[in-house]
């Protein structure tokens, strides 16, 4: 069994999993820590210097490998990985992966985001609060199609990782 967490950038994937993971027993794998680890650079160094189709590229590839893995995992994917290709369609057609929707508002990712825009390249460009939070409404509109067609969707807003971490579990049942 192997869970999946989806989302936007800033939705909480890799803290909530780390977390998950613990309570759970299981690996917990992050794809953009496999990622960097695997280059040797951070993920902004990758854009930078080989730009974002080769960042797609190694995204897709390194899906394939969590895919194949057959121990239990709790796996945080990159907040773009389910919406390039026909990543989705991997995911779901896995039959011993259970996938999880960590769905925000636009104002709660925005606030986060802004705090932490540095290393995220896709938004690190962005000048003020308001530039982000346009940025932010279209790229959510664009990428929810995706997102949606998790297994499960958790509505993360105002709820603590614990609260998160129950939920999802009664999910697992
Ligand atoms: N339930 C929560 N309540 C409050 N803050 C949270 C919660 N979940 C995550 N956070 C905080 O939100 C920020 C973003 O979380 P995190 O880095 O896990 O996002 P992510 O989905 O992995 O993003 P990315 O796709 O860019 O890797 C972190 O500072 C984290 O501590
Ligand atoms: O939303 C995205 O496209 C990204 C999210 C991050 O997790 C990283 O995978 C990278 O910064 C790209
Ligand atoms: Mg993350």
Do not use: W
């Not at 989806?6 to 999993?17: D, N, P």
């Not at 280059?39 to 390194?62: A, M």
């Amino acid at each position: 069994m192997k869970i999946f967490l989806l989302g936007y950038m800033g939705s909480g994937k890799s803290y909530i999993g780390k977390r998950l993971s613990d309570k759970l027993g299981y690996d917990f794998l992050d794809m953009d820590n496999q990622i960097e680890e695997k280059e040797g650079k951070s993920i902004s160094e990758i854009f930078d210097k080989k730009g974002e189709v080769y960042f797609r590229k190694l995204e897709r590839r390194t899906l394939e490998e969590l895919i194949q893995r057959e121990e239990p995992a709790v796996i945080s994917l990159g907040g773009g990985t389910p919406c390039y290709g026909d990543n989705m369609e991997l995911i779901k057609n896995a039959s011993d992966i259970t996938s999880f929707y960590l769905k925000l508002n636009i104002t709660n990712l925005t606030d986060r985001l802004d705090k932490e825009k540095e290393h995220r390249p896709m938004i690190s460009h962005l000048e003020d609060r308001e530039k982000l939070e346009e940025f932010i409404r279209k790229h959510l509109f664009e990428r929810g199609f995706y997102y949606n067609q998790s297994n499960h969707v958790i509505s993360c807003d105002e709820k603590s990782a614990k609260e998160i971490i129950e939920e999802i579990s009664e999910k697992l049942g």
